[in-house]
């Protein structure tokens, strides 16, 4: 169920809305005159879905390269890597 508070709680009762959104990693709703104006969350909670984001495009990319049949099988990208090192020891 989502937590949906009235705008004066931002002020009022910051440190509680705080804690909700770290102790469940979920937003909070905040309304502005009886109507959705803003979502807060955690840091944390923020960064996770901005990761998710960034993967489902690369996952993206990927699935349309494939599609276009702008790929190369994994071995010879290996071998192209492993050319390019040379025969150097760490």
Known sequence: MPCIR???DLRNKYNEISEFCHK???PVFITKNGQGDL???SIETYERLVGKFEL???LDEGMEAMKSKKVIPANEV?????SGL???TV
Do not use: Q
Request: charged share 25%; aromatic share 16%.
């Open 6 to 8: 009235p705008s004066s």
């Open 24 to 26: 469940y990693s979920e």
């Open 39 to 41: 979502a807060v969350m």
């Open 56 to 58: 489902y495009k690369l």
């Open 78 to 82: 290996f071998g192209r890597l492993e």
């Open 86 to 88: 040379g025969n150097e």
